[in-house]
T-cell receptor
Framework: DAKTTQPPSMDCAEGRAANLPCNHS???????VYWYRQIHSQGPQYIIH???NNETNEMASLIITEDRKSSTLILPHATLRDTAVYYCIAKSGSARQLTFGSGTQLTVLP | ETGVTQSPTHLIKTRGQQVTLRCSSQSGHNTVSWYQQALGQGPQFIFQYYREEENGRGNFPPRFSGLQFPNYSSELNVNALELDDSALYLC??????????????FGNGTRLTVT
């Protein structure tokens, strides 16, 4: 699976949109981009995934660039409960596992 | 819908001992994966179980073993515990072993401390 690169930390004001970037310049055509988050002392929580089209669900939006070399996870109205480590992962359909990197520590400030 | 549950939540063992961790998969999920998460790092894949057999393994020694039962629940066994085995052990279930239509759903883990 392709390596992903994320900033180690970001801050966001409560109520504002949080935009978390991820670079995956070596992603292959059959690899999806997944986002998970991990709140302190809990297991990772699935957020969203996509291949090349933008995706939206009740939690977030995923914007993937046309060349698929990078993506952005958008939390439209961040709350204090969104403070967590956010992981961006590239995964092919044949892979059995998720390969986690170090992620981005998002801190939502009051 | 019942989520992934793990037991125990915390455990303290002595170096050289053996430990068994348990996981109940989410309702309807037939695949279980185990991950190890050391402090300050992302989770690392240990292995996956599907149809009661190991169906893929990460870079972990044979003293890490597992079982899956007919009801899809699973156990992780670690023999000859080492200090570096101290970590959060996460179980995740999914509808199928591969593909992109079945995201993993994780439990909250078992915190193992080896002294």
């Amino acid at each position: 699976d392709a390596k992903t690169t994320q900033p180690p930390s970001m801050d966001c004001a409560e109520g504002r949109a949080a935009n978390l970037p991820c670079n995956h310049s070596t992603i292959s055509g059959n690899e999806y981009v997944y986002w998970y988050r991990q709140i302190h002392s809990q297991g990772p929580q699935y957020i969203i995934h996509g291949l090349k089209n933008n995706e939206t669900n009740e939690m977030a939006s995923l914007i993937i660039t046309e060349d698929r070399k990078s993506s952005t996870l958008i939390l439209p109205h961040a709350t204090l409960r969104d403070t967590a480590v956010y992981y961006c992962i590239a995964k092919s359909g044949s892979a059995r596992q998720l390969t986690f990197g170090s992620g981005t520590q998002l801190t939502v400030l009051p | 819908e019942t989520g992934v549950t793990q037991s125990p939540t915390h455990l303290i063992k002595t170096r050289g001992q053996q430990v068994t961790l348990r996981c109940s998969s989410q309702s309807g999920h037939n695949t279980v994966s185990w991950y190890q998460q050391a402090l300050g790092q992302g989770p690392q894949f240990i292995f996956q179980y599907y149809r009661e057999e190991e169906n893929g393994r990460g870079n972990f020694p044979p003293r890490f073993s597992g079982l899956q039962f007919p009801n899809y629940s699973s156990e992780l066994n670690v023999n000859a515990l080492e200090l570096d085995d101290s970590a959060l052990y996460l179980c995740a279930s999914s509808l199928q072993p591969t593909g992109n239509n079945s995201p993993l759903h994780f439990g909250n883990g078992t915190r193992l401390t080896v002294t």
